[in-house]
T-cell receptor
Framework: GDSVTQMEGPVTLSEEAFLTINCTYT??????LFWYVQYPGEGLQLLLK?????DKGSNKGFEATYRKETTSFHLEKGSVQVSDSAVYFC????????????FGTGTSLTVIP | EAGVAQSPRYKIIEKRQSVAFWCNPI?????LYWYQQILGQGPKLLIQ????????DSQLPKDRFSAERLKGVDSTLKIQPAKLEDSAVYLC????????????FGPGTRLTVT
């Protein structure tokens, strides 16, 4: 069945370091792909998305490119800040099944000053 | 606009007791979702409503979980009787039929079953 596999955490980085969180998916076809972020004590928020192959989603300095050939959607940021400390979830969605989301297990990021 | 509201934010109960959670989606959003997020895992869809009808409840443990959205607006999720393994955060999300189907999540209800 459809699934999302994320890089396991926790990840600890120093401020201004480069961030990569890996995400790969298994699906028959071409779903939409998402990154959600969950700050401490809050609900999930959409960070970025891509709806077709080779699309690049970007927001708040984060980027991810939909790679059909490697079935991946890795999240990157060139210079992380303390305020980026959160849990990041990769997800896929099929529009033809009522927009149901399949989430990865989440990757916890802590950025230290 | 106001976001998705959930209550209570925290609940502690003993096993075999019952509990109910409430969700009020964003105004005008026809689709409402309940997710279960066990510690260290990603959210898992329990049930999806469109207006007051169920679209998908294939992962809802129907022997103990129930949910309703009688007027197509707010929704309640009930667990009766609760088990230790039900300890989790229960997330509600909503989305509009128009646009890109983006889901907006509430802050969740953290349930601890002792």
């Amino acid at each position: 069945g459809d699934s999302v596999t994320q890089m396991e955490g926790p990840v600890t980085l120093s401020e201004e370091a480069f961030l990569t969180i890996n995400c790969t998916y298994t699906a028959t076809g071409y779903p939409s792909l998402f990154w959600y972020v969950q700050y401490p004590g809050e609900g999930l928020q959409l960070l970025l998305k891509a709806t077709k192959a080779d699309d690049k989603g970007s927001n708040k300095g984060f980027e991810a490119t939909y790679r059909k050939e490697t079935t991946s959607f890795h999240l990157e940021k060139g210079s992380v800040q303390v305020s980026d400390s959160a849990v990041y979830f990769c997800a896929l969605r099929w529009a033809n099944t009522g927009n149901q989301f399949y989430f990865g297990t989440g990757t916890s990021l802590t950025v230290i000053p | 606009e106001a976001g998705v509201a959930q209550s209570p934010r925290y609940k502690i109960i003993e096993k075999r007791q019952s509990v109910a959670f409430w969700c009020n989606p964003i105004s005008g959003h026809a689709t409402l979702y309940w997710y279960q997020q066990i510690l260290g895992q990603g959210p898992k869809l329990l049930i999806q409503f469109q207006n007051n009808g169920v679209v998908d409840d294939s992962q809802l443990p129907k022997d103990r979980f129930s949910a309703e959205r009688l007027k197509g607006v707010d929704s309640t999720l009930k667990i009766q009787p609760a088990k230790l393994e039900d300890s989790a955060v229960y997330l509600c999300a909503s989305s509009s039929l128009r646009g890109n189907g983006e889901q907006y999540f509430g802050p969740g209800t953290r349930l601890t079953v002792t």
